[in-house]
């Protein structure tokens, strides 16, 4: 019996402003899993006019017709308006309508997974959605509790807290979100990563671990108390360690992941590693999610001078995780 074929992965496409359309264009010709665009076909090929690339475009009318050496387009039924370097608002139901789609073929199973192409935040709140990401959009879709996490070759560093303010950061610390996420993290480490017996690192909030409550007494209250529950119920899990020093080579040497407390903090080591190779995952979803990250550089939109490795990794990541999953089922 011949093996079926896995199921396509679906991009949503995001801020049309940006450099969306360079990035995912860039990648038809590389050696890539199946891959569809939800967009306007009419806007792509504008683009692409525009961008002197000579690209053959695939309309599907069914995900499973994907070409190789296309790119291939499931379209939505809103227009995109046409223009780089700025957000149009007229286009934010055609950022839904994609978003949307990408996520329902998802939870029904239909693709492996899906990959977010950057959005503008600013454009998702002046239009109503009161989520500051896709990371807080996609928990309201799913019902579920999402944790951001950032990882390249090097680092798996996921976040506590997302995009807030960091006034608000200390107001969502506390011992039931901590324990939530450690577990969420934990699952996905064994399920979506293949580490039975992961070790997790988790960081102090305050500088220099609180010192002793001097500067903070996060770590004392909050914290340590619920890494040591977690450890007594055989968790490999270490800190709270100061988050000035949990990044350097021999901190790194006997840790499988890092949980940080709030945006910067993960996201400053992750970058500084590899800052155009990381991606962004959204473990805690009933599908996989993965995202380059970046944003939409407008500055450099239209150019020709975008850099896609960071996508070409959330696109092959996505799919890792998806055989990841399978397999790890089928032990169950």
């Known amino acids: 019996m011949p093996l079926r074929k896995k199921p396509p992965i679906a991009v949503s496409m995001g801020e049309p402003g940006g450099i969306n359309i360079e990035i995912i264009s860039q990648c038809v010709k590389k050696k890539l899993p199946d891959f569809f665009l939800i967009s306007d076909p009419k806007w792509v090929?504008?683009?692409?006019?525009?961008?002197?690339?000579?690209?053959?475009v695939n309309i599907l009318d069914n995900?499973?017709?994907c070409i190789k050496g296309h790119l291939n387009i499931l379209p939505i039924k809103c227009k995109v308006k046409y223009g780089f370097k700025k957000s149009y608002e007229q286009n934010f139901p055609a950022i839904i309508e994609s978003l949307d789609?990408?996520?329902k073929l998802a939870q029904r199973k239909k693709v492996s997974g899906i990959v977010t192409l950057?959005?503008?935040?600013?454009?998702?709140?002046?239009?109503?959605t009161h989520y500051p990401g896709h990371t807080e959009y996609l928990g309201k879709k799913s019902n579920k509790k999402p944790l951001m996490i950032m990882l390249n070759?090097?680092?798996?560093?996921?976040?506590?807290?997302?995009h807030i303010p960091i006034s608000q950061v200390p107001n969502k610390i506390t011992k039931s979100n901590l324990e939530k996420t450690i577990r969420v993290y934990i699952k996905s480490l064994n399920?979506?990563?293949?580490?039975?017996?992961?070790?997790?690192?988790?960081?102090?909030?305050?500088p220099h671990n609180g010192e002793d409550g001097k500067i903070g007494n996060e770590e004392i209250k909050i914290i340590t108390p619920v890494i040591e529950k977690l450890k007594k119920q055989g968790n490999k899990i270490y800190g709270p360690k100061s988050a000035d020093t949990m990044f350097h080579k021999?901190?790194?040497?006997?840790?499988d992941a890092n949980l940080c407390m709030f945006h910067d903090q993960a996201l400053i080591p992750v970058k500084s590693f590899d800052f155009y190779g990381s991606i962004n995952y959204t473990a805690g979803l009933s599908f996989v999610r993965t995202s380059p990250d970046h944003g939409t550089a407008f500055d450099i939109a239209g150019e020709n001078k975008a850099n896609n490795s960071s996508l070409i990794n959330a696109i092959n990541y996505a799919q890792m995780?998806?055989?990841?999953?399978?397999?790890?089922?089928?032990?169950?």
């Open 191 to 206: 399920r979506d990563f293949g580490l039975t017996d992961p070790i997790l690192a988790i960081s102090a909030l305050n």
């Open 153 to 162: 070759k090097t680092l798996k560093v996921a976040t506590l807290t997302t």
């Open 101 to 103: 789609l990408a996520i």
């Open 250 to 255: 021999d901190a790194l040497k006997n840790v």
């Open 118 to 128: 950057p959005i503008l935040k600013k454009t998702l709140t002046i239009n109503g």
């Open 321 to 332: 995780i998806y055989n990841q999953r399978i397999e790890y089922d089928k032990k169950l």
């Open 45 to 56: 090929e504008k683009c692409l006019k525009q961008l002197n690339l000579n690209i053959k």
């Open 63 to 65: 995900i499973d017709s």
